[in-house]
Antibody, heavy 125, light 108 residues
Framework: QVQLVQSGAEVKKPGASVKVSCKAS????????MHWVRQAPGQGLEWMGI????????SYAQKFQGRVTMTRDTSTSTVYMELSSLRSEDTAVYYC??????????????????WGQGTLVTVSS | DIQMTQSPSSLSASVGDRVTITCRAS??????LNWYQQKPGKAPKLLIY???SLQSGVPSRFSGSGSGTDFTLTISSLQPEDFATYYC??????????FGPGTKVDIK
């Protein structure tokens, strides 16, 4: 079955970087874009960016431009999200989510399914 | 940026109740609207895509409607496992996805 398995929880100090992995299985890795979404404690969902596992191209939310880097390793079907210059406000659960696309007539719709289980990143001195 | 709002932000309901959650976009997004359910400590789960299409495996008591700027998620008869937080998401401005702030459904 289609599955996304993320790396374990991290504790980082302010100013440090964190790299979270998301290993895909059960489908052709290079055929689906992958997104990263985060959720601060008790808060809603915030989109961070997207990576095309086929060519490696990326697009990031303006809020994270300059601090986030998304990469992939096609040999292991894994995508990575690295966030630098961490601050306390970056404490959150980080999710990867596969984008699924369907065409209805001439219209293309997309949504996220499935999601990884989430990785808690805690930033604390 | 397309802003999404949801109402109410929370509601209390009983098992068997009909529940309706509203999502509004700051500009027309046609039918590029998805709904997710999230339970505490878990990842979001897709319920409805393209405003009204039921994801495979999701119970038929869930339904979605709307287009343009106004959308609705309806649970026809609330079940104990439906107590959760529900998020709408617009994909009109892909890849710049935005989510609504969520609606928490809890037990009355």
């Amino acid at each position: 079955q289609v599955q996304l398995v993320q790396s374990g929880a991290e504790v980082k100090k302010p100013g440090a970087s964190v790299k979270v992995s998301c290993k895909a299985s059960g489908y052709t890795f290079t055929s689906y874009y992958m997104h990263w979404v985060r959720q601060a404690p008790g808060q809603g969902l915030e989109w961070m960016g997207i990576i095309n596992p086929s060519g490696g191209s990326t697009s990031y939310a303006q809020k994270f431009q300059g601090r986030v880097t998304m990469t992939r390793d096609t040999s292991t079907s894994t995508v990575y999200m690295e966030l630098s210059s961490l601050r306390s406000e970056d404490t959150a659960v980080y999710y990867c989510a596969r984008e699924t696309i369907t065409i209805f007539g001439v219209v293309m719709y997309n949504w996220f399914d499935p999601w990884g289980q989430g990785t808690l990143v805690t930033v604390s001195s | 940026d397309i802003q999404m709002t949801q109402s109410p932000s929370s509601l209390s309901a009983s098992v068997g109740d009909r529940v309706t959650i509203t999502c509004r976009a700051s500009q027309s997004i046609s039918s590029y609207l998805n709904w997710y359910q999230q339970k505490p400590g878990k990842a979001p789960k897709l319920l409805i895509y393209a405003a009204s299409s039921l994801q495979s495996g999701v119970p038929s008591r869930f339904s979605g409607s709307g287009s343009g700027t106004d959308f609705t998620l309806t649970i026809s008869s609330l079940q104990p496992e439906d107590f959760a937080t529900y998020y709408c998401q617009q994909s009109y401005s892909t890849p710049e996805i935005t989510f609504g702030p969520g609606t928490k459904v809890d037990i009355k």
